[in-house]
């Protein structure tokens, strides 16, 4: 709900269907965003609906999902989720949806490839929010550190969106002047100790959310809503979604964060980022994490 009022408020699309299995819970979240359209901008549509309704959308956003029940394993609720999705993925597509599948439930790289498979669709139509949102949060940090506008911070998060992901710091850059280079010249100000300490916080910013409030909301729902816009109006946009790598990296098959460029297509290209020896390290192992947990699922 936080990326639907989110899409209200940034007029996003034309028509918005809410899905839910508690048809009455959607029902009463639809007439609850119909009620402020009378102070947007948009003359957007918004209802209560069935799989049916999918048959001509642009996207569908699957944000639905089980919570990790106390002593559950990882395995154990990614297989709990499987069946969740089955029960998602097939009427989608049996209702004639040839969108444009954007998934964010977690693990969401993991249940990006699950819908990839369950759909049959091509791979550029799959994608996961992956590390949009660990981006987001990284600019913000850097930004703040350096007393920048975190929109002039040019510097990803890549890989597992979880305990593996990393930043390249090789790739970052202040404008268009490499980090390094900024820390270089400031030594007296700033250290490549503090650029690791913000990157664990990007690391564990969620947990730190989760603990004092639950869960995450506002942040994944406008991260959601910036990968739709770009889709919608076909930006050919750089984000770092989740998706299908095929050999960049020496991979291929498993779903991960990494720098693609979006547009109404979905998923226009990959970049293939210049890693360092490390960095390249980190990928692979976050690569081979992702698939040991895809690889111990016992899909139907």
Request: with cysteine; charged share 25%; glycine share 8%.
């Amino acid at each position: 709900m936080s990326f639907a009022y989110a899409a209200l408020n940034q007029n996003a699309c034309d028509e918005l269907v809410l899905i839910d299995i508690n048809h009455e819970k959607a029902i009463g979240e639809a007439m609850d965003l119909n009620h402020g359209l009378a102070f947007s901008r948009t003359s957007m549509r918004i209802y209560a609906g069935e799989y049916k309704d999918c048959c001509d959308a642009d996207i569908v956003v699957i944000c639905a999902g089980v919570n990790q029940k106390e002593g559950e394993s990882r395995l154990e609720l990614l297989s709990r989720n499987a069946k969740v999705f089955e029960s998602i993925v097939h009427p989608v597509v049996e209702s004639g949806f040839s969108g444009i599948f954007l998934v964010a439930t977690n693990p969401v790289d993991i249940m990006t490839r699950i819908t990839y498979i369950m759909s049959g669709f091509d791979e550029s139509r799959v994608i996961g929010t992956g590390t949009t949102l660990d981006t987001a949060r990284l600019r913000y940090l850097l930004g703040k550190y350096f007393h920048i506008d975190p929109r002039n911070m040019h510097a990803y998060v890549i890989g597992e969106h979880g305990d593996s992901e990393f930043v390249p710091w090789s790739q970052a850059l202040c404008a268009t002047k490499p980090l390094y280079d900024v820390i270089k010249d400031n030594k007296d100000i700033f250290s490549l100790t503090e650029l690791e300490k913000i990157a664990n916080k990007v690391r564990t910013s969620a947990q730190q959310i989760i603990k004092a409030k639950n869960a995450t909301y506002y942040g994944i729902g406008m991260a959601i809503v910036r990968i739709v816009k770009a889709i919608l109006q076909n930006e050919n946009s750089v984000l770092t979604v989740s998706s299908k790598m095929s050999g960049e990296y020496g991979l291929s098959d498993v779903f991960i964060g990494n720098p693609c460029i979006i547009n109404g297509f979905g998923i226009r290209s990959r970049l293939e980022l210049s890693l360092e020896r490390d960095e390249f390290k980190k990928i692979r192992d976050s690569a081979a994490i992702l698939s040991d947990s895809f690889n111990s699922l016992k899909l139907g």
